[in-house]
């Protein structure tokens, strides 16, 4: 009796359900698949910042607010007469910053704090100009010979204050494991232009701890990243043999890498002379730690390092020439945000299939 129930049903079922319908159903499943796939292909190298900023001049120009057509970075007089200052907004070894208002717009304008240090402003001010791009905090203008220099405004601040920005109800939509991604994401983006810049290979020593590395970078208003202090920025030249040392000081902790620790041991007391060079793969090196404070604890973060895995082991070697390039850091991230956002637009594929 059972057995012919059974049979029943499976005749039953092979009625209402035609061979030929069923095909057509897989193929729409497949094909709903691959336009997906090929949606969040292109979505996942669109949604870090744009190829082309539209906000870019030509050098020694610049573009701000509702202003349409770009204006010549400002000159000491122009800084002097048009520019003022509000109040202090930050203080570092460097430079000190103060929230200035030019021609009702908000603005950045940034003082030398420490005469002794002038080298190290000139330096990011040399930077600052040779490396404007969507990557960096736009320059507005310069006064050398009175160590200032003027740049955008933005008033997110840096990436210090990111878990206490989404926390604020303004910004809970955003705190979310996909936009958390997105900005580290950005962050690996950033460290593969100054590793392929315009000037070289470029190092990013201010990098010793978390909260120093957090200091450097900007949050924008549309939720980005941008490099705003570039003060500390040598140029490796492996060809050459140009490496670099991040300052004459012994580095300590497990936040920098393992070549930038004194090798010789505590019953050698340190003597820079003899400490080793090294080249920019101590930025690798840093990657993980500085995106595990991006992802924070949200929901799905977890499944996004779990993903991770495999990348950040690699730029945990330490071997310096083991680990992998920025490049490959950005491409490994870029499609590991693909086949997430895949499988959460999407979650039932498998069981359909």
């Known amino acids: 009796m059972d057995k012919k129930l059974h049979y029943v049903k499976k005749e039953l079922l092979r009625r209402e359900i035609p061979p030929v319908l069923l095909v057509l159903l897989l193929l729409a499943v497949l094909l709903l698949n691959f336009l997906l796939y090929m949606h969040l292909n292109n979505f ?18 610049f573009r701000l607010g509702p202003l349409k057509n770009c204006s010549p970075w400002l000159s000491c007089e ?10 202090c907004v930050g203080e570092g070894a460097v430079k000190k910053v103060f ?44 006064c050398e010979k009175q160590f200032t220099i003027l740049t955008q405004y933005h008033p997110l601040g840096s990436l210090k204050s990111l878990n206490e920005m989404l926390d604020l109800p303004k910004y809970k939509g955003f705190n979310t494991w996909h936009r958390r991604f997105m900005l580290a994401i950005d962050y690996v983006s950033i460290i593969h232009y100054l590793h392929n810049s315009p000037l070289g290979t470029l190092v990013m020593c201010d990098s010793n701890g978390l909260d120093k590395v957090l200091s450097q970078y900007l949050l924008t208003s549309d939720f980005h990243v941008l490099v705003n202090d570039l003060d500390a920025l040598p140029l490796v030249n492996k060809s ?26 505590e019953e050698v007391p340190f003597e820079d002379d003899l400490m080793p060079p090294y080249d920019e793969k101590t930025d690798i090196w840093k990657i993980p730690d500085v995106s595990n404070f991006f992802l924070g604890h949200v929901e799905g973060s977890d499944i996004v390092r779990f993903h991770l895995f495999d990348i950040h082991a690699a730029c945990k070697k330490k071997n310096p020439a083991e680990r992998p390039s920025a490049q490959m850091v950005m491409d490994t991230y870029r499609k590991i945000l693909t086949l997430l956002l895949r499988e959460s637009a999407m979650p039932g594929t498998r069981e359909m299939l």
């Open 99 to 142: 929230l200035s208002e030019w021609k009702e717009n908000k603005v950045s304008l940034s003082q030398l704090a420490n005469s002794e240090l002038k080298e190290d402003f000139l330096h990011g001010l040399k930077m600052l100009k040779s490396l404007q791009s969507k990557y960096v905090v736009r320059l507005l203008g310069y």
């Open 44 to 61: 996942s190298f669109t949604t870090g910042q744009p190829d082309v900023d539209s906000n870019l001049c030509p050098f020694g120009y």
């Open 240 to 265: 050459a043999g140009r490496l670099v040392k991040c300052g004459h000081r012994e580095l300590q902790g497990e936040f920098v890498a393992p070549e930038q620790l004194w090798p010789y041991g």
């Open 78 to 87: 122009a800084i002097n007469t048009e520019v003022r200052k509000l109040k």
